[in-house]
């Protein structure tokens, strides 16, 4: 299912919004320039691939 979300960003901080409700928020690395997720924001079938990934 596809929604719809906003996202703010500032200085130190991520936060992903779904309707007006804050519904994720990361900290920001300090650039380093590399991806970052916390795996309970992912997707169950996300989370496979990367632990099969790195088997």
């Known amino acids: 299912m596809k929604k719809t979300l906003w996202v703010r960003t500032i200085a130190r901080t ?20 590399k991806h970052t ?7 169950a079938s996300h989370r496979r691939y990367l632990q099969n990934r790195n088997v």
């Open 37 to 43: 997720a916390v795996a309970t924001h992912m997707s």
């Open 14 to 33: 991520v936060e992903i919004f779904h309707e007006g409700q804050r519904v994720a928020s990361h900290v920001r690395t300090a650039g380093n320039r």
